[in-house]
């Protein structure tokens, strides 16, 4: 959409409507209260369109064909990339690398960016608060490598301690690597700060964008990260899809992945040669229906005034955690001043799965368990917690519900 196109007015009742399997159907027993975006985002019916109408009228392969239908899918495909790169910000479509999500992003830089470079000694500078996602590739090439991983702590209030983390940034850090937004605590971090004080020492940076481009604008460009990934699926639009930004100088330095079809310049016998960025990255036949998709959805959510949506979001937030906060054996995990709508909470004596499968029966959706954060659950000396996530279909008489829903779940295993 462009710049100086005025936004549609942004109402999560009516938004509501645009997704058919949160549309209340009179035939249902029950209604979905669906509080577990942050996982993965509902679907639009801008986008579930999108992905119909591509199978249905244009279906073919990329790049291979001199036919018309083959041309239209590769025209298809190249102006989703260009949506994508817009959207967040990027100077060149070639920045954009189609891959499978956020975490397939993750190990592509691991091992194509990082590896090589890496030496005995050298250090990779991680969060405790990551997704296994940004933690176990880095593992995985730091073990084969001798390469150590060090660890910035968190506050008892679910905050990043950059006093102490700052400290942790040394000439043998190869790369520093943090969420700009906890998909467990909804702590958002300062990640110019962060980014500013690495390269003050030459140090590239991997963003975890996959939170953060939710729930607000994202500017790689502004940013002036090295990396970035991000999954289509949190962000409105279908599985299986999902964004690696790279700065165009590192993309260019980098060896292929896989290797396959589509990622070639030439093969012979003797060698191969690859492809510019971004198909050097892109081996084999892509999820091309999935990026039409992702674009659909960044349409779609971009026709919004972003603002209004982090507002209302915030709200829900608030008044979630006011409702539940002075509930009996309720504990609240994450108190940061800068949060996305994430709400995760602790029930005295009672399982998290327990919580979550009785709010089931009420018809509410939460996500229980450690959330694909093993290292930060332990620092806190929990096996998980319950997990409650607003997205921008999600209003008042949802959170009403869910807390409804709790409070007669605590009463039962009273």
């Not at 779609?300 to 209302?312: G, K």
Request: with cysteine; proline share 4%; charged share 20%.
């Amino acid at each position: 959409m462009a710049e100086n196109q005025s936004k549609a007015v942004y109402v999560a009742e009516q938004v509501k409507e645009d997704f058919p399997i949160l549309v209340n159907d009179a035939a249902q027993e029950r209604r979905l209260v669906y509080l577990d975006s942050a996982a993965s985002a509902q679907k639009p019916n801008a986008v579930i369109d999108a992905v119909e109408q591509f199978y249905r009228t244009t279906n073919a392969n990329i790049h291979r064909g001199v036919y018309h239908l083959s041309v239209e899918s590769t025209m298809a495909y190249d102006r989703a990339r260009a949506r994508v790169a817009q959207f967040i910000g990027a100077q060149n479509a070639k920045e954009v690398v189609f891959v499978r999500g956020a975490t397939e992003g993750v190990n592509l830089v691991a091992r194509s960016f990082l590896q090589p470079q890496l030496e005995a000694g050298d250090e990779i500078l991680l969060t405790l608060m990551e997704h296994h996602a940004n933690f176990v590739p880095w593992q995985l090439v730091a073990e084969e490598t001798g390469a150590l991983i060090k660890i910035v702590p968190v506050t008892p209030e679910g905050e990043l301690d950059w006093e102490q983390g700052r400290k942790l940034l040394t000439e043998r850090t190869r790369l520093f690597g943090f969420c700009q937004a906890s998909n467990s605590l909804g702590t958002v971090n300062p990640a110019p700060q962060f980014i500013q004080e690495a390269r003050a020492m030459g140090i590239p940076v991997l963003v975890d964008g996959a939170q953060s481009v939710v729930h607000g604008a994202v500017d790689v460009t502004a940013l002036d990260c090295d990396f970035l990934v991000f999954s289509g699926h949190k962000l409105y639009g279908p599985t299986g899809i999902g964004v690696l930004y790279g700065k165009r100088e590192h993309l260019e330095s980098m060896r292929p992945y896989q290797g396959g079809g589509d990622m070639i310049d030439r093969v012979s016998v003797e060698g191969t040669t690859f492809a510019p960025p971004p198909e050097r990255f892109e081996a084999g036949t892509p999820n091309i229906a999935g990026a039409i998709g992702l674009a659909a959805a960044v349409d779609y959510i971009d026709q919004f005034d972003r603002e209004a949506m982090q507002r209302h979001e915030a709200a829900l937030l608030e008044q979630a955690t006011g409702m539940i906060e002075g509930m009996d054996g309720v504990t609240i995990l994450g108190r940061a001043s800068d949060k996305i709508s994430v709400l995760s909470f602790l029930v005295e004596g009672v399982h998290s799965h327990d919580i979550a499968t009785f709010l089931d029966v009420e018809g509410v959706a939460i996500r229980a368990g450690h959330h694909c954060c093993q290292p930060l659950m332990t620092h806190f000396g929990i096996s998980g917690t319950n997990r409650a996530s607003f997205g921008l279909y999600n209003t008042e008489a949802d959170v009403g519900h869910f807390v409804e829903a709790l409070h007669k779940t605590i009463q039962f295993f009273k």
